[in-house]
């Protein structure tokens, strides 16, 4: 029997989804950004707690085949701005004009680099060469730089960064305490584009510290507890590997992408066309599109505005959580983008807060039930939330309480619906997969008002995006340009990537031999790019004319049990069956009368249960409100379908 453990570390809370056997089980814990760590040894402590009955996580780990691991803090970092000063040096200082082409990026450059470039002359010989090395390095030391990135432009831009990094390593000697941190351009990236592969190193280099820091440590400690394997990290293209094998940048955005690989899942077991992922955490709403089995991805992702050299998921993530700020600004409900996060959390949280949260408005509505949330872990204050809404919402807007909660949550349901509209095309064959913490309360509003009318629940929606990264695999990913598109340097060069790929996956503890090789090639011909999977990488020639600029890679890949989604086919219909009642605030009226609706509770329910709304759904860490006008099912997997059969006007149709 397989035991798998996968963990996507997010702003606010950090989720555990333990796969033993067929069976799935979770939990959750609160984030501690002062010390990542403890949050995962805590968390660790409480799977093994439901595997034991008692905390024993030794004895868990000693038995889990692998731990997979996801986390939003490089994101996070990169948007709070929270890492090294940079310096660069160029041989071309056109580059540097060329990575500030937008005010999005003029910015980012600035907060990053700012002043701390230098272009070093490459024509010298070494002596010369090396003393203006020594005088640009102290240069831009003196102006702050902590972290040096060497990007050499043009054909021999490789060998130029290498000839450099000779020569630096010969000045500033890592045995040394002068010794100056390096990353060089072309070993992170070998992508003949200079721009992306300077942004790509510039990001990289920013958010390597304080990931090093953090994983290096967690992976130690796994180890000093005697873990059976080491910890795997879940990067942003689907693949996993260990720390020591993960670049800091792939771990940017790569919480989400284990949400959209559970979402690719969910589209082929239900056969679904059209599938939009809705992923809303503590601090933001993540959206991305699964078309025809595809996920939808950038072959040259963007990050923070900057482009950059890596495929990226196309995942848009829009400030809106359930954590997220509410404020009222020129007379209007502005939702996020600042997030109270986990510390000081919601005021309901009682831990400091003092600010409006969706988390406070739906404990007020009466949909959150104190005793049962984060599974009865965590006390919630009703109390602190009113204070909270009436100082912050309803007195500036000079209204009541009830119209006050009404309104925000409208207008979170308002601003999801526009991100969805933003980003993709709803029609009629569009299904909106919601999951995450806030995804399941508020998704059937922000589809009504969308024009969607199809709403997908997994069972494990509080932790899906966890358990998303249950379908990767063990895999490392490597690109070199193509100079010409001669068979012989066709050969070499798949060679070199086979090399290097046998390499990186004999570190892994696995046997080369037993990988699974998949090639394709990138064209890039005018301004249109093609990428183009290889049966095999003689192939490539083709599809390559004489001007294409083209580059070869591979993906080596070594399979991991996957989770399953369990159940499929059609079962009959029954009615569910209601375990109580709760009785939700109705602020339509603005009299703070109340509804008593149904509650089901999820797991109780078996397959082809239905029942209308209003309703209240409790499932594992999560709860979902039913509105009026909308049906649903119970699947045979145990997830939950939703039809609106009333419906409302869209955003797009006013």
Known sequence: MTRLINIDNGGTLTDFCLVDGGE?????????????????????????????????LAALLQSTDYIRYSTTQGTNALVQRA????????????????????????????????????????EQDDDALSQELVTRVNDLSARGARRLVVAISGADGADAEARVKRLLLKLYPRHLLGAVPLLF?????????????????????FLHPAMELFLFNADRRLRDARARQPLRIFRNDGGSSRVSKSAALTTYSSGPRGGLEGTRALAGHYGLRHLVMVDVGGTTTDIGVVTDGAIRVDRRGQIDDAPSSLELAAITSYGVGGSSIFRVVDGRIQVGPESVGAAPGPACFGLGGDEATLTDVLLLTGLLDPATYLGGTMVLHPDRAAKAIEAKIAEPLGITLDEA?????????????????????VDEDTVLAAFGGGGPMTVCGAARKAGARQVLIPRTAAVFSAFGIGFSDLSQRYEQPLPDAEPATISAVAERLLAAGARDLYAEGVDPGECIPRFRITVERGDTESVIDLADPQDAAAHLKHSDRASLELVLLSPLPHVTLGQTGDIAASPASADGTRALRDGQSGQGSQTEVPVYDLLSQPPGAQAPGPAVIEGPFFTMRVPAGWQFATTAAGDLRLTDRGGAPSCASR
């Open 24 to 56: 799935v089980r979770y939990t959750k814990t609160l984030t501690t950004p002062y010390d990542l760590s403890r949050c995962l040894f805590d968390g660790l402590t409480r799977v093994s707690e439901l595997v034991y009955g008692e905390p024993a």
């Open 405 to 425: 909660l009404r309104r925000l949550e409208d207008a979170h349901a308002e601003a999801i619906a526009r991100a969805l509209l933003d980003t993709t095309t």
């Open 185 to 205: 351009s072309w070993e992170l990236v070998a992508d003949s584009d200079d721009v992306r592969r300077t942004w790509s190193s510039l990001l990289n280099a």
């Open 83 to 122: 890492g090294p000063r940079l310096g660069l040096l160029l041989a071309d200082s056109a580059v540097a004009a060329d990575l500030a082409a937008t005010g999005a990026q003029e910015d980012l450059f600035a907060a990053l680099v700012g002043d701390r470039w230098a272009a070093i002359n490459l």
